[in-house]
C-alpha cells in the first residue's frame, strides 16, 4: 500500500490534509479504513509539530491512542481538518511541555469527502523534549 497525501493548508486554526482515492481504494472501490485512519492521525501529528516548532521547542511526538468513527463510504478524494484545540488546552499542553519536558494533549479531526462528513478522529498526542534542547 501507498499512502498519498498533500498539506492544503497550515495555519492556528486548523491544518488540512488531502489525499487521493486511487492510491487508498480498498476491494469495494472506497477509501481504505487504514489510509483514512493514517491520514487523520497525520494531520494532528503535523498541527503538533509545527507549532512546536513555530515555539522553537524541539521534541519527539508520539499517538498514544486514537479512536475513529466511520460515517459514510468514502468514494472519492478526501480530507482530515485537524482543528485547534481551545488556547486554554493548548497553552496548558506547552506549559507542561517546558515545565516537565512532555505534555498530553487530545486532537480531534474531521474526515471530508465531497464536502460531506464521512468521519470523527479523536487522537491523544504526547511530546517528548529532546534532552539536548533547552
Known amino acids: 500500500m501507498r499512502l498519498s497525501l498533500s ?19 480498498n476491494h469495494r472501490s472506497t477509501a481504505f479504513g487504514g489510509s483514512i485512519s493514517a491520514v487523520a492521525i497525520l494531520s494532528a501529528w503535523t498541527f503538533v509539530h509545527v507549532w512546536l516548532q513555530t515555539l522553537s521547542i524541539p521534541c519527539r511526538i508520539v499517538i498514544q491512542r486514537n479512536s475513529i468513527e466511520y460515517i459514510r463510504p468514502i468514494e472519492s478524494d478526501f480530507q482530515s481538518h485537524c482543528i485547534a484545540p481551545p488556547k486554554p488546552k493548548w497553552e496548558r ?19 471530508y469527502s465531497e464536502g460531506l462528513l464521512a468521519g470523527k478522529f479523536q487522537g491523544e498526542y504526547v511530546a517528548l523534549k529532546l534532552k539536548d534542547a533547552a
Open 93 to 111: 499542553f506547552i506549559k507542561t511541555v517546558y515545565k516537565r519536558g512532555k505534555g498530553r494533549i487530545l486532537l480531534d479531526a474531521e474526515i
Open 7 to 25: 498539506v492544503d493548508s497550515l495555519n492556528e486554526s486548523r491544518v488540512i490534509l488531502s489525499a487521493p482515492l486511487m492510491p487508498n481504494i
